[in-house]
């Protein structure tokens, strides 16, 4: 039995990926720091390991005596790709997620880039586009030069160039912004840019689909991570709107007025291409944004009702009522 340990494989996409890979047969080491497993992967036979992947000791540790694939959602910045690479001898391969952020327009700009216009970039986007210069300037700097470091590296690695990911478990839920206002009975909401951006979206189903595939086929490649037929934000209003059986009533705002999670420009949408991943890895996916966001909006709920604020997380910006508000009173 092939055997897979995943670093962060308790977060939103590691144990979507730990039950993808289980269903195929594989052995499945679930690595964090808290050593506990989310309700169901016990049943299925996830091995749980407490590890800082900070500390070398302790990931090696977690690896015993090796694994044919390690998955790692956690890696951020050129030392932990060299710290990947150095498992050379105790790994076969590697699956590591990216970011679509990284993907950086003619001039240069990028999505976190410092001041300027957002990035133009072409529709759908190719892994063969310019992305952001690798280094330690931002989050999408750190993923390119992660990614630099590992194609570089001894280990055939499959990075993977997530776009905005949802799923239970998330730290920071972009759907929150329409599940909480309509836990608050909220039908009015403000909605940037006319409703018409399209910043692509990725269920962790669909991740874990690409994960399994690329474990099973090693090699050195980047692919993109994207739902297909991507939302506007109106569009993810109407679908979430959907699974809560709830009507908003979505206010659309010229600019960014006040903005939301996926709010850019309709100039500057991302939309990757999936056709590297279904050429290379036989890619299918498994689910679309409106069915797959309904798992996510029910575990949101779950949260919600227990008392859960999000307080610390940066998507409480747009949770601002009050700013909302003031917004909404100068329009009809």
């Known amino acids: 039995m092939p055997r897979a340990v995943l670093i962060g494989g308790t977060g939103m996409i590691g144990r979507a990926a730990a039950r993808a890979l289980v269903a195929d047969g594989w052995e499945v080491v679930a690595v964090s720091r808290s050593g506990n497993l989310p309700a169901g992967l016990a049943e299925l036979g996830v091995e749980p390991v407490s590890a800082d992947r900070e500390d070398d000791a302790q990931l090696r540790a977690a690896l015993g ?11 951020m910045h050129r030392v932990h790709g060299e710290q990947l690479n150095g498992l050379e001898g105790l790994v076969g391969s590697l699956v590591v997620i990216s970011t679509a952020s990284v993907y950086a327009d003619g001039e240069g700009r990028a999505f976190d880039g410092e001041g300027g216009d957002p990035p133009q970039l072409p529709v759908p986007i190719l892994e063969a586009q310019r992305t952001a210069e690798p280094g330690e300037a931002t989050y999408s700097t750190n ?24 799923g239970p478990g998330a730290k920071n839920p972009r759907e929150l912004y329409f599940v909480k206002r309509a836990f608050d009975d909220r039908r009015r909401v403000a909605i940037a840019w006319s409703g018409e951006s399209r910043f692509n979206t990725v269920s962790v189903a669909n991740l874990a689909e690409l994960i399994r595939l690329a474990a099973t086929q090693p090699g050195d490649r980047i692919l993109n991570g994207g739902d297909p037929d991507p939302p506007s934000t109106l569009e993810i209003c109407q679908a979430i709107g959907n699974a809560l059986e709830y009507e908003f ?29 279904e050429r290379e890895l036989g890619y299918r996916p498994v689910t679309t944004y409106p069915e797959g966001v309904k798992e ?22 747009s949770l601002d009522y009050a700013a909302e508000d003031e917004v909404l009173a100068s329009r009809p």
């Open 65 to 75: 005596a090796g694994a044919d694939v390690v998955y790692d959602s956690v890696a």
């Open 296 to 317: 996510t909006c029910a575990w949101l709920v779950a949260e919600l009702e227990s008392g859960r604020t999000w307080e610390d997380s940066y998507i409480a910006g």
């Open 143 to 166: 993923k390119a030069e992660l990614e630099q470091t590992l194609l570089n590296g001894p280990l055939p690695s499959t990075l993977i160039r997530a776009c905005a990911v949802y």
């Open 249 to 277: 009533e979505p206010v659309l705002l010229p600019a960014d007025e006040f903005n939301n999670p996926w709010g850019v420009p309709a100039s500057s949408s991302l939309i990757v291409s999936m056709e590297a991943a």
